[in-house]
């Protein structure tokens, strides 16, 4: 399934219960403004390289519009599309005064040097400048970005418009970066997972974690999780799943992956080393967390699950009919547009400091992100209640709502 169509079922699902009337759903889902643009780069080799860059402005209704840049070989329009839908509908879920967006380059960022990147990315900016801006369209990182490349958008962007570190978020912490960015996505889906495994009644010691993806996200996520006692039996980057049934020691993953040149697993010996699609299927894991692609979970392979819980790091990392299935079978999923909701949270935080020229210490910024993250995960959790729905519906329900409620605020025409 396209990755547009199962953001707009989730989307109609939650308007459903909410009895928004088609002509509205249409004018709430569809993007306010589409923009692809073609990216020439010299390679190191000396030939020339076309890629195709997007960014996707959703909705700007509740402010200017916020949404990470994903260097990624899969990226096209409708991906852009549809992760620039779940952008509007977190920043909402967690009450950030912005809308939604997303941009990318359909590129292997892996198999380019770091001049390469650096010169696509100032190319990419040369091309989408005039549209972002720090009260418009402010990007961040996401999958195949980091602070580095966010310190080149910076920079190239200022060249046309002068002095304003607003303009993006995820940078480096000595270039007007916030304390705790980096490690906010994983540190939002591990607050959630601690709550939510408490609130099944579940004990964190006995709780066996299986994490896809050991980037930015995953690796924050199973640090947080190890801390917290939880076992995490096994986690995978694109070299493969790594696997200890009595727990995996994480900071020796962690040195692994930073000593390595790619931050990769690649040659991890203190663990059982199996295929890529072993960890989704894995027997004894009570919490599963996709931390990479969108789709990973559909139809096809959502009956090998086995884990109890699923909290989703990843966008879109399950489709709706492994969400309806896995829903019947009384599997319990953490929807993306709040689980993952951390990251943009402490880029908003960025942004205000960016804005007041000023610094916040690291334990405002995990403070402050925690009380988020907590009071969004309470107001999911009672709408779930309340209407009997799952927490995806109920999380859609409140971002569809807040960001309907400002849409009829500012007027329809
Ligand atoms: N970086 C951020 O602050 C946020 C990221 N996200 C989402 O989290 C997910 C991961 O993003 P990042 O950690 O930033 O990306 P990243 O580029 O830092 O890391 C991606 C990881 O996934 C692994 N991977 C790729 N394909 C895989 C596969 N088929 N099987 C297993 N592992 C695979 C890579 O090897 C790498 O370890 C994405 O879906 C992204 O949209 C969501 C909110 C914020
Ligand atoms: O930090 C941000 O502004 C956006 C992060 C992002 O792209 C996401 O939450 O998917």
Redesign the pocket.
């Known amino acids: 399934m396209k990755a547009f169509e199962a953001t707009r079922i989730f989307f109609d699902q939650a308007a459903d219960r909410l009895e928004i009337d088609p002509d509205l759903r249409e004018a709430l889902l569809m993007p306010q403004r589409e923009v692809q643009v073609q990216v020439t780069i010299r390679l190191d080799d000396g030939r020339l390289a076309n890629y195709i860059g997007f960014r996707v402005q959703h909705d700007h209704s509740r402010g200017p519009m916020?949404?990470?840049?994903?260097f990624h070989p899969e990226v096209d329009l409708d991906e852009t599309r549809a992760?620039a839908s779940?952008?509007t509908w977190?920043t909402a879920v967690v009450d950030l005064p912005y809308g939604g967006a997303?941009g990318g380059i359909g590129i292997d960022p892996s198999k380019m040097s770091s001049a390469e990147i650096e010169r696509l990315t100032r190319a990419f900016v040369d091309q989408i400048h005039d549209i972002v801006g720090p009260d418009t369209d402010?990007?961040?990182?996401?999958m195949g970005t980091d602070h580095q490349v966010m310190a080149w958008f910076r920079n190239q962007w200022e060249k046309y418009h002068g002095f304003h570190p607003a303009v993006i978020?995820?940078k480096p912490v000595e270039e007007y970066g916030a304390k705790g960015?980096e490690e906010a996505?994983g540190r939002g889906v591990g607050t959630l997972t601690v709550k939510l495994t408490k609130r099944l009644g579940m004990d964190a010691s006995k709780t066996r974690v299986a994490i896809q993806g050991f980037g930015n996200v995953g690796s924050h996520a199973a640090k947080f999780l190890h801390d917290a006692q939880f076992p995490i039996v096994a986690v995978s980057d694109i070299t493969g799943t790594y696997y200890n049934a009595d727990g995996l020691n994480i900071p020796e993953l962690l040195r692994h992956k930073f000593a390595h040149p790619k931050g990769l697993l690649e040659g991890f010996e203190r663990a059982e080393h199996l295929p890529l699609d072993a960890l989704l299927k894995l027997d004894h894991v009570e919490v599963l967390i996709p931390a990479a692609l969108g789709g990973v979970i559909t139809q096809k392979n959502a009956q090998d699950i086995n884990a109890k819980v699923i909290v989703e790091a990843a966008?879109g990392p399950v489709d709706p009919d492994a969400d309806a299935a896995l829903h019947d079978r009384g599997v319990t999923i953490l929807p993306?547009i709040l689980a993952?909701?951390g990251?943009?949270t402490?880029?908003?935080f960025e942004w205000v400091q960016n804005r007041q020229h000023y610094r916040w210490p690291l334990d405002r910024v995990r403070q402050e992100l925690d009380h988020t993250m907590n009071e969004a995960f309470e107001k999911v959790w009672q709408m779930a209640a309340q209407h009997e729905v799952s927490l995806r519906t109920a999380a859609y329900m409140i971002g569809i709502s807040r960001v309907r409620r400002a849409t009829e605020l500012a007027g329809l025409a």
Do not use: F
């Open positions: 916020k949404g990470g840049l994903r992760l779940l952008m977190k997303k402010i990007p961040a990182p996401d978020t995820g960015r996505t966008n993306d993952n909701a990251g943009v402490v880029s908003y």
